[in-house]
C-alpha cells in the first residue's frame, strides 16, 4: 500500500494550491481518506477527511474549524486519488501535509489521526506573508 502525497510548494498569503494523494494497493472507494498537518515544533493537526463512497449516501466530509470555508477535499474513486483544494491560504496554514487512509464505512471519528492505517510521506507548504 501506497500513499503518494504531491502538490506542495510555496505560495504567498491569499493564494492556493491543491494538494493531491494518489493510493495504491488498496480498493480505494472503500477507504477514509484524511488530511493532516504538521508545523514545526507542533503536533499533527486534523484537516479534513472525506468518507467512503456509500452506496446510496456517496461521500460526507468534515474539516477542522481553522480551515473550514477555505479548504475543500475531494477524492475521485475512478483514479485512486484525494484531493485538498486550499485557498486563501494563511501564514499559519504553513506546515507539512500529510495524507492517510482507513478502510471504513463510516464517517465518524475520521478527525482522529490514530483512526488511519496507512500515511503518506507528506508534502511541503510554505505559505509567506
Known amino acids: 500500500v501506497q500513499l503518494q502525497a504531491s502538490g506542495g510548494g510555496l505560495v504567498q498569503a491569499g493564494g492556493s494550491l491543491r494538494l493531491s494523494c494518489a493510493a495504491s494497493?488498496?480498493?480505494?472507494?472503500?477507504?477514509?481518506l484524511g488530511w493532516f498537518r504538521q508545523a514545526p515544533g507542533k503536533e499533527r493537526d486534523f484537516v479534513a477527511a472525506?468518507?467512503?463512497?456509500?452506496?446510496?449516501?456517496?461521500?460526507?466530509?468534515t474539516y477542522a474549524d481553522s480551515v473550514n470555508d477555505r479548504f475543500t477535499i475531494s477524492r475521485d474513486n475512478a483514479k485512486n486519488t484525494g484531493y485538498l483544494q486550499m485557498k486563501t491560504l494563511k501564514p499559519d496554514d504553513t506546515a507539512v501535509y500529510y495524507c492517510?487512509?482507513?478502510?471504513?464505512?463510516?464517517?465518524?471519528?475520521?478527525?482522529?489521526?490514530?483512526?488511519?492505517?496507512?500515511w503518506g510521506q507528506g508534502t511541503q507548504v510554505t505559505v509567506s506573508s
Open positions: 472525506i468518507s467512503a463512497n456509500g452506496i446510496l449516501t456517496g461521500s460526507s466530509t
Open positions: 494497493g488498496i480498493t480505494f472507494s472503500r477507504y477514509a
Open positions: 492517510a487512509a482507513v478502510y471504513s464505512s463510516t464517517s465518524s471519528g475520521l478527525h482522529r489521526s490514530g483512526a488511519y492505517t496507512y
